[in-house]
């Protein structure tokens, strides 16, 4: 299966703090993907990191991905209480996307 | 511009009832995608349309659901004879075409079904 899962399943931070969720996969991939979703709707889209590609930055988002250990991560610097929302990652290697139960990432202001 | 629109935002119905569920993908996407979330969980993936292309129907859990597109406009996911198991949250994306699958979805704010 594609799906991903995301580690840990709940973190909670101060504001100011960074925070850092994981995900592994298990099959191979062409890219993936990191979600957002707010009060259990409004999935956003954060980033997208190809295969060939080890790191991204996007604002104070920072993912990294290594495909020979089927794990990315994603790095939220300098939290915000407005960052308090699920995180999903989705694997990809087709339109299908395939989200795991997440990330519930609580900043506490 | 608009972003993608779902309609209704909540749907209550009783057991066995049909309910048809709306989504307005955003102007010029081509691809459209159907999700289902169920409470606390991920995204099921249920079916995909792109243009003229015979819809990816993997997704689809029973018979009881079907979902059409008109063209690259609406789409309206259907559940005839509604199950409890069936009360999720329904969730549309749109994209442009996906190239070997890298590509942003641009999600609905979804519509929750409540089946009782």
């Known amino acids: 299966s594609q799906q991903g899962e995301e580690d840990p399943q709940a973190l909670s931070i101060q504001e100011g703090e960074n925070a850092t969720m994981n995900c592994s996969y298990k099959?191979?991939?062409?890219?993936l993907q990191w979600y957002r979703q707010n009060s259990g709707r409004g999935l956003v889209h954060l980033i997208l990191?190809?295969?060939?590609?080890r790191e991204k930055h996007s604002g104070r988002l920072r993912v990294t991905l290594d495909t020979s250990k089927k794990s990315s991560s994603l790095l939220i610097t300098a939290s915000r209480a407005a960052d308090t929302a699920s995180y999903f990652c989705?694997?990809?290697?087709?339109?299908?996307?395939?989200f795991g139960s997440g990330t519930r990432l609580l900043v506490r202001p | 511009g608009a972003g993608v629109s779902q309609s209704p935002s909540n749907k209550v119905t009783e057991k066995g009832k049909d309910v048809e569920l709306r989504c307005d993908p955003i102007?010029?996407?081509?691809?459209l995608y159907w999700y289902r979330q169920r409470l606390g969980q991920g995204l099921e993936f249920l079916i995909y349309?792109?243009?003229?292309?015979?819809?990816?129907k993997s997704g689809l859990p029973s018979d009881r659901f079907s979902a059409e597109r008109t063209g690259e406009s609406v789409s309206t996911l259907t559940i005839q004879r509604t199950q409890q198991e069936d009360s999720a949250v329904y969730l549309c994306?749109?994209?442009?075409?996906?190239?070997?699958?890298?590509?942003?979805?641009?999600f609905g704010p979804g519509t929750r079904l409540t089946v009782t």
């Open positions: 349309f792109q243009g003229n292309s015979a819809p990816d």
């Open positions: 994306a749109s994209s442009t075409v996906p190239l070997q699958g890298a590509v942003e979805q641009y």
């Open positions: 990191i190809r295969s060939n590609e």
């Open positions: 989705a694997p990809s290697s087709s339109y299908k996307l395939i």
């Open positions: 102007s010029g996407h081509t691809a």
């Open positions: 099959t191979s991939i062409n890219n």
